[in-house]
């Protein structure tokens, strides 16, 4: 390792021994490396211009020493090379290494950055995921991206149709079926230029639906293959698709003290504009993983749509008076917050949920 003169320029053999956290700023070939002791204390920095060269670094750290990186491309690949070769590997979030950062934002400084986060406690590390469990996540942001593609150009093409005095319905009926109608009724008052490009646009918004059944049906698959998204499908308002985003996100449940600070990891937190000692659950964070809180929100409005006004079922008649005293957007919210709270009891045994029965016996999970 090459020491840091403007830190010290004598490392001996006895300083080299005391480093016990080595910090990390990775890039694709450049790789920015500096350790402290167990007080804090810079001992030496380098920079490391290969990955062969950092790969061999690597191997020759003491298994006792902790290696800290940030979130961004490689760190999960790196991190479990680590692993792999007895050393403790944390990866830190980049928003929170980000507020550790002292002077203008370089490799140097940001290496220092993540030492100076690693200390912090009130910063929790991301899991280091299996490959599986990446390949999952790829294929949830491949589909988020469509998805999202998909609803800027539905919106794009409604906007347009819009400037010529044509309005059209929100929803994929609209789309599919009276949008044709539209581009080929000849009393529409549409430029010619504009239908040929409402058109293309059109196909383009058709092919990204079928690009998002084709890894919808992938993800179903998988959950209906594994013995985990089975269970968390047993909770109502938890399909394949969130039950697959959760274990993609592989969230260690045993982290959280309890249910409550796990929903709260996925921004699903106590609302607390209520008075006395009840806590009303109706706002969403801002912080927390917004891809799953939002397809938790969607999974719970689902349930409502779903429900019977009939039902004598316990389950359906809390859900009624979540309905009659929040309104349905809170109901949502506070049916995704119970709906994780169930996860993460299910998360850390072999148990499945069953809905309470109309007699009023409790039967929430079971082996």
Do not use: C
Request: proline share 4%; charged share 25%.
């Amino acid at each position: 390792m090459k020491k840091n003169t403007t830190i010290n320029q004598s490392l001996s053999s006895a300083d080299l021994s005391a480093v016990t956290t080595v910090a990390v700023d990775l890039a694709k070939r450049v790789f920015q490396v500096a350790a402290e002791d167990a007080l804090g204390h810079v001992l030496y920095e380098e920079r490391i211009k290969s990955r062969e060269a950092f790969y061999a670094f690597l191997r020759e750290l003491s298994p006792n020493i902790v290696v800290l990186m940030e979130t961004g491309p490689g760190a999960q690949a790196w991190a479990r090379q680590l692993q792999e070769q007895g050393n403790q590997a944390r990866i830190l979030p980049a928003q929170h290494v980000a507020n550790h950062r002292s002077g203008a934002k370089n490799d140097r400084n940001d290496a220092l950055a993540i030492l100076r986060a690693g200390r912090d406690s009130n910063i929790a590390s991301v899991p280091i995921k299996s490959a599986a469990a990446l390949a999952m996540q790829a294929l949830h942001r491949a589909r988020q991206g469509y998805v999202r593609r998909r609803t800027a150009m539905s919106n794009q093409m409604r906007g347009l149709l819009l400037e010529h005095g044509v309005a059209l319905a929100q929803g994929e009926v609209a789309i599919n079926e009276r949008l044709p109608r539209i581009l080929e009724d000849a009393t529409q008052p549409l430029p010619d230029m504009l239908r040929e490009l409402v058109d293309e646009l059109l196909g383009e918004w058709r092919q990204l639906g079928e690009r998002v059944a084709v890894l919808t049906a992938r993800l179903e698959s998988a959950a209906n293959q594994d013995k985990t998204a089975k269970r968390l499908m047993t909770v109502r308002g938890v399909g394949p698709i969130i039950a697959t985003a959760l274990l993609a996100k592989q969230t260690e449940p045993e982290r959280f003290a309890n249910a409550r600070h796990f929903a709260a990891y996925f921004g699903m937190v106590p609302d607390q504009h209520s008075s006395g000692e009840k806590v009303r659950l109706g706002k969403m964070s801002k912080r927390g993983d917004r891809y799953i809180s939002s397809l938790m929100i969607q999974g719970a409005h689902a349930v409502l749509r779903q429900m019977r006004p009939d039902s004598d079922q316990p389950d359906d008649r809390r859900l009624q008076r979540w309905l009659s005293r929040l309104g349905r957007k809170e109901a949502a919210v506070r049916l995704a917050n119970r709906n994780l709270r169930i996860v993460w009891v299910l998360l850390q045994n072999e148990q499945t949920y069953r809905r309470q029965p109309a007699n009023g016996q409790e039967a929430a999970v079971s082996h």
